[in-house]
């Protein structure tokens, strides 16, 4: 009744088959595989840190059934830039001080890639929209509009950035290592 | 925290879900999960299986037929509020949808979903309440439609049957003399419960005055309901001042709150007041 089934998941242009009970979420798979930038908050769809993209769209993780995912495309925030080249959006969070523990941030820059893809100049209420499913206890929110803010105008000013994500190559992101060590110090490694 | 466990199915076809529900007592159907996964969580449902429709085409379009928009029960909250169709025919819906959860769980919730659940702070069963909304349940033999102001039967329930499927929701599209408002009031702005949700729909004559009007509360009785005695009071009547403070008095005598919750009757009054009144403005504006 409820034995494991292979499904194909495609994480940041890899594709992975993966054998999975049912009762699995799509969350728990990404972590499984090593993205830990997705991270397990609150499992009720209140925080966003789970968020990922999938097929384009932000979405909770932790709420998604893995083998509702089977075939889609996932996109975690490590999936967006690497260390050496990192995505406008990423950047702009370091500049602007969007960051303070950092556990709300890949679900920060997934909820921003999906605002910026669909509307590229958003308004401050139409920023806040967009991150209203992203709970940050350490910032107040001011900083993150404004790193939203900065990458927009850094985007539109880099059109081929927002055209194809550092994820469309299909190459291992190099700063999965650092997501990796932040995770150690938040002990939310072992939570999964 | 891991989910306990259970089958899971996906069928590729209408026929093929309804089928496997039939023949599965203790299935649930799952479309986003947004509430169900939650309630897995919690234990307060333990199926033994769950039945993916969230794939299924027949659930996922939005059309206009014969005088009706025909929403999916698989179509999400997001999809409603980025249809301009949607917009255009019925922009209480668009409201509503703006005011629902917050973007992530948007993309995921269905409207159907939203119904089938029923949760006494369900947004979308005011909206659609004014609008006189109507439900297909496609079952083993066939399809039924209830209003519905029917199928809503209490908190966390329906008449929906273990072996059917919300398939459709029914709107009438209103006539070009009909004007819509809803506000939905929580903790916070957005990305909460409603503590209170109202939706009003006024159908004018040409002169102006009410030819009917539709008060629907959503969060403060089991389940959303319309306030019938509000509505009478406005049918047939010019939407002035005096007319929109009775109405909304009933509309806030109407409330059932739960006990420490009789706040709730003044907040009613004082947000169908202003719905009413905005209304009342644009209808006297000729728009």
Known sequence: MTERRPIRLIVNGRAHEV???????????????????AKNGCEQGECGACAVLLDGEPMNSCMILAWQADGARITTNAGLGTLERPHPIQ???????????????????????ALLDRNPDPTEAEIRDALS???????????????????????????????????????EPAFKKRVLASDDVTGEGGRS | MTLPAFDLLRPTTLDEALRLLSEMPDALPIAGGTNLIPDLRKGSHAPGSLIDVSGLPELCCIRRKEGHLLIGGGV??????????????????????????????RNRATIGGNLVAAAPCCDSAPALLVLDAEIDLAGPEGTRRLPLAEFLVGAFTTRRESNELLTCVRVPVPSDRSYTGFVKMGLRKISCMAKIDVAVR??????????????AI????????????????????VLDA??????????????????????????????????????????????
Not at chain 1, 93 to 103: H, K, L, R, S, V
Request: proline share 4%.
């Open chain 2, 76 to 105: 999400t909250i997001a999809e409603l509020l980025d249809d301009p169709m949607v917009a255009q025919t019925t922009p209480i819906l668009t409201e509503m949808a703006s005011s629902f959860a917050h973007t992530l769980v």
């Open chain 2, 242 to 287: 005096v007319a929109i403070a009775e109405a909304a008095r009933l509309a806030g005598a109407s409330a059932h709150p739960r006990s420490g919750s009789e706040y709730k009757r003044q907040v009613i009054e004082a947000l169908a007041r202003r719905l009413l009144t905005d209304v009342a403005g644009r209808i006297e504006g000729g728009s």
């Open chain 1, 19 to 37: 054998s999975l009970p049912p009762n699995t979420t799509l969350l728990t798979a990404l972590r499984d595989l090593g993205c830990t930038d």
């Open chain 1, 133 to 171: 499913g992203n709970l940050c206890r350490c910032t107040g929110y001011g900083q993150i509009a404004a790193a939203v803010h900065l990458a927009a105008e850094r985007l539109r000013n880099l059109p081929s950035w927002s055209a194809s994500s550092a994820s469309e190559d299909g190459q």
């Open chain 2, 202 to 215: 006024v159908e004018a004559h040409s002169d102006g005055r009410c030819e009917f009007a539709r008060i």
């Open chain 1, 91 to 113: 950047e702009a969070f370091a500049d602007a001080g969007a960051i303070q523990c950092g556990f709300c941030t890949s679900g920060m820059v997934i909820a921003t890639k």
């Open chain 2, 218 to 237: 959503g969060a403060v009785a089991p389940i959303a309901y319309r306030a019938e005695a509000a509505e009478a009071h406005l049918a047939g009547n």
